[in-house]
């Protein structure tokens, strides 16, 4: 049977139209609030590449796991660190197999005083400042690790009565550059542009003064059968989006 140019360009056009919608999905991420513009900028890249579209909800980690339990329907959790994606596994609410570790976090103490923070924290020793800001040490890593760095410097108790706390590492930094504190632990990635240091100043912590915060990621168990969330795993392993991590300052 032969078909005539138009109905050929219909059915052309139709397939066109089924495919893309086949293909092309949406994923629901809940992401790390230190790893929120990273995302923005891998996401920019995975739509360009796949099609597929990324619905993210940036948010302190301890809190997702919260939530996750209690059945919001995130396919993804791109964590700020690997024991909750582990405890999720266990807990069966997340497919073991599928977790690895997408980025190194690094702390930094940060001011948008340029002249403030030195080299080695020493700022922490002075009367410089009225307050310090840092995350919910017990739902955020990047808390918990201004916490351990604060021990390691010997200066926790006397520091506590000036830490201002934020429920994650993004209002941690609203803190900080509002001035309701002048300085804060933060992550590295949020105060950086192509490498550098974007205002202020700023002391990156040693990995040594706390314990290395370690960032997984993990396929959820109502993303177990979505297209675009097994797909976007894939593309946090590719060279386009480790390219983007090692330039917020992530190992």
Request: proline letters at 4%; glycine letters at 6%; charged letters at 20%.
């Amino acid at each position: 049977m032969r078909f005539n140019l138009p109905t050929k360009l219909i059915l052309s056009l139709l397939c066109t139209v089924h495919a893309a919608s086949v293909f092309a999905a949406e994923v629901k991420v809940a992401v790390a609030a230190n790893f929120a513009k990273p995302l923005e900028d891998i996401t920019v890249q995975f739509e360009k590449d796949t099609g597929h579209k990324v619905l993210a909800t940036p948010g302190a980690t301890g809190k997702f796991y919260a939530q996750i339990v209690n059945g919001a329907p995130f396919e993804v959790l791109i964590s700020a660190d690997d024991e909750t994606p582990r405890k999720l596994a266990k807990e069966a609410k997340a497919i073991a197999e599928t977790q690895f570790t997408y980025a190194v976090g690094t702390l930094a103490l940060w001011s948008p005083d340029a002249n403030l923070v030195d080299q080695g924290g020493g700022v922490l020793k002075t009367d410089k400042f009225k307050f310090l800001a840092i995350a919910n040490a017990k739902v955020a890593p990047y808390g918990q690790a201004a916490v351990q760095t604060m021990l390691k410097l010997g200066m926790l108790t006397k520091l506590e009565p000036r830490v201002v706390q934020g429920e994650n590492i993004a209002q941690t930094y609203q803190f900080v550059t509002s001035g309701n504190a002048q300085l804060g632990f933060v992550a590295l990635s949020q105060i950086i542009e192509n490498g550098k240091v974007k205002s202020g100043s700023a002391w990156s912590v040693p990995q040594e003064f706390h314990d290395q915060i370690k960032q997984d990621v993990i396929l959820l168990n109502t993303g177990k059968d979505a297209v675009a969330a097994k797909a976007l795993l894939d593309y946090l392993k590719s060279d386009k989006a480790k390219k983007i991590i090692a330039s917020y300052g992530y190992k």
